[in-house]
């Protein structure tokens, strides 16, 4: 059975940091473009970060230069490093695994979901 399992996340200060995980079991996570969503109250999910198979990384420009998104493919697992938290940041996060094959088909799987709270 495919399934990610997402860990960390909580409560923490303006300027604190998180680490989110996200461990991939039943599939070859190394192949996959591994990603981290968010969706904040009354707001639409948006794409925080991503990384290829390759180790390519984008960021959106709200989190850039204080999120590092990382991967380890020997153990399935991905992270999302979180620095300098902001109160804006507050949202429920998520992680995703996606394989496209050349003819647009794809291989998709989400986290459950956790969520972060930045608040003093």
């Known amino acids: 059975q495919e399934h990610l399992v997402q860990s960390g996340g909580g409560l923490v200060q303006p300027g604190g940091s998180l680490r989110l995980s996200c461990s991939a079991s039943g599939i070859t996570f190394g192949i996959y473009t591994s990603g981290w969503y968010r969706q904040a109250p009354g707001k639409q999910r948006e794409l925080v970060a991503s990384?290829?198979?390759?180790?390519?990384?984008n960021y959106t420009d709200s989190v850039k230069g204080r999120f590092i998104i990382s991967r380890d493919n020997a153990r399935n697992t991905g992270y999302l490093q979180m620095n300098s938290l902001k109160p804006e940041d507050t949202a429920v996060y998520y992680c995703?695994?996606?394989?496209?094959?050349?003819?647009?088909?794809?291989?998709?799987?989400w986290g459950q979901g956790t969520l972060v709270t930045v608040s003093s």
């Open positions: 990384i290829t198979s390759g180790g390519i990384t």
């Open positions: 995703m695994a996606r394989f496209a094959f050349a003819n647009g088909d794809a291989y998709e799987y």
